[in-house]
């Protein structure tokens, strides 16, 4: 059974590593849990956003203060979300507490 | 206790003194994001690997 | 046992959210710390400088190794050196955002 993997994203300019490390760790048989936050958020607005949201097995959320913060509007939910995954900081918490591995990208 | 080091971009002196004092006396590898094509399969595996991963900078 | 977290910024930009993510694992029963590593960043809003005392409520503390931030934020005085000892007791290690 292969590990699971929590990636904590910050960094606005690393769809790319996201992407090919989730792939990876999806075709290694691992469950994947990615949670944007702050300047992150931004990457929601990413061509590849909705077809990271659509893969098996990765479940993604983001802290929809940050959100805010970054300038979008709460109520129009990102091409690829629901609204409940427009979430708080506690799904950092989650990615640390439920998941094997870490990584902030 | 295995530590992996992954840079995202290429470490300047605070990065690596950092990591050179986490990484004292541990056995430590480290992984090169800050490249045209990243092998993420095997930095997968190598996240897999170690007990600790930190992703610097 | 509760696990310990400590959250690192580079860039000014960045700051002020990492001490949102350090006090939100704080309340999820974490032990948080956050660092401002070789920059200056202004001076807190009132919002911020509560999250800073609420982080050190919850038994966390935010540091720097730079003095602007410590006299204008009240942020703890650390060097890179001391930081990377604190490093060595973290399981989750968090250099949050670019440089």
Redesign the interface.
Known sequence: M??S?GIFVT?PN?MK?IV??T???V??G?NVKVFFTWWGTKLTQDPEFPALCAMDNVDVSICADSYKKAGFDVEVVPEGLTKDKMATQAQHGAIIEDF?????? | MKILN?Y??AP?D??K??A???S?GREATSFD?NVDS?D??K???M??D?D?????? | MSKKAFF?T?NADYSVDAMRSTLGLAVENMYSFNAV??IEIPELDEHNKENLDWIRDMEGEVYSNVDANVEKNGMTKAS??E???K??DI?I?V?Y???
């Open positions: 292969a590990k993997l960094n690393n590593h090919g490390v792939k990876a760790a075709a290694k691992s094997d591995c870490y990584m902030t990208l | 992954v995202r971009s300047d605070t990065t003194k950092l050179e004092i986490v004292e994001l990243p993420y399969s930095l997968v595996d996240v897999f170690a600790q991963t930190i992703c610097w900078w | 690192m580079r590593v070789d890179l050196e930081i990377g000892q490093l060595r399981e290690i250099p955002g670019p440089i």
